[in-house]
């Protein structure tokens, strides 16, 4: 739609901050993104940062980057030529041309995906994109590309995987975060495959030594990666629906999982949120696909405060929910509540005072 085209222009050309944003959830009763000193939230609407979409293509491919960088799918980053030692995402973008015929000269109708799997032919790429609701197609200037830009706020926030962009971390803190880092870069995070039935992992013979190492999930089958016969009867299952899944239609695969299972499009969730998993970027854990947003948080406490993952022994909590000592603050004035009276609503502490103001 127009308007959202007009917001990731915007966007695009935002200082980091994004002040003067709007807000997609409040749809012009927001004046403008106004970043709160510490809470990932704007203090003119009280909505989130990837409400106002704030973050830009560069920024996005810049975070994904670093994210797979260190991993075995620093494949999919490339050198920055910023020439500050980073690594961007090589996003893959699809751009379909489709003649439109007329009795006057021909034109073409061009249509852009803001991603598309890597490394399929585009008849197999525009089936899988087929296969996924329409309002969460990635196609450039459509609800569907801001879709997946908040998903990627949401799902994958970069301020748990760069120490730099968390407030006030310790030296014992930072250690502990840098490592929980390398730790998921090494034995969780995965990105998904697209594939038809029974050709996930072909070409993988040189990732051999690393499938040893694939924790939580079942071996592969095949000696290459790939399964060397159809399961019991011909039927590939979905591991979500367990519905029969067509042979000549593309299915996600896991590496993490191991090539005997395989995901529908639309079925390749996070078993927390069951949101579809944005770019197909998975962490892997108990034999199910996480994103990373729940992936970190089944292992760590995050503050409800500033939404960053605690590493501090020294944090509240109430009602199943936690936060840094410095956060455990009311939303509206600000004032600590560590040992004071207070109300928990829609999962915002609010002081006695704010609390009744509210009901006003």
């Known amino acids: ?54 973050s830009s293509d560069v920024e996005d491919d810049r975070k994904i980057g670093r994210l797979l960088a260190g991993s075995r799918y620093a494949t999919l980053t490339a ?39 890597p ?75 697209v594939a038809l039935p029974g050709q996930g992992g072909s070409g993988k013979e040189e990732e051999k030594p690393q499938d040893k ?19 019991d009867g011909g039927i590939y299952r979905c591991d979500t629906c367990k519905q029969a899944v067509p042979g000549d239609c593309p299915v996600v695969y896991a590496e993490r999982a191991g090539y005997s299972r395989q995901w529908h499009p639309a079925c390749f969730v996070c078993c927390r949120c069951a949101e579809p998993l944005v770019d197909l970027i ?16 089944s292992l760590r406490p995050r503050c409800a405060g500033c939404d960053e993952i605690i590493f501090s022994e020294d944090y509240q909590q109430a009602e199943g929910m936690a936060w840094h000592t410095k956060h455990f603050a009311c939303l509206e004035c600000e004032t600590l509540l560590t040992g004071k009276p207070y109300s928990l609503e829609n999962s915002s502490l609010l002081c006695v005072t704010c609390s009744k103001s509210k009901r006003l």
């Open 79 to 117: 050198r920055s030529k910023a020439g500050d030692g980073g690594r961007i995402y090589k996003r893959n973008r699809m751009i379909v041309t489709n003649p439109i015929v007329t009795r006057k000269d021909p034109t073409f109708d061009t249509i852009t995906y803001e991603w598309a799997p």
């Open 213 to 231: 190492s694939v924790a939580a999930g079942k071996p592969t089958e095949a000696t290459n990666g790939a399964l060397e016969t159809a399961p």
């Open 119 to 193: 490394g399929l032919t585009q008849k197999l790429a525009m089936q899988y994109m087929e296969l996924i609701p329409k309002e969460m197609q990635p196609v450039a200037g459509t609800e569907g590309a801001c879709y997946r830009r908040r998903q990627l706020m949401r799902q994958l926030p970069l301020y748990d995987q760069d120490p730099a962009q968390c407030r006030g971390l310790s030296e014992p803190e930072l250690k502990l975060m840098e490592d929980f880092v390398k730790k998921y870069k090494a034995e969780a995070l995965g990105v998904g495959e």
């Open 282 to 297: 998975y962490f892997w854990k108990s034999g199910a696909a996480w994103c990373g947003r729940h992936y970190c948080e």
């Open 1 to 54: 739609q127009p308007k959202c085209l007009v917001l990731l222009q915007m966007s695009a050309s935002q200082p980091q901050s994004g002040r003067g944003v709007p807000c997609l959830r409040c749809r012009g009763m927001c004046t403008g993104f106004e970043p709160h000193s510490w809470r990932k939230i704007c203090k003119s609407c009280k909505c989130s940062q990837e409400d106002h979409s704030l």
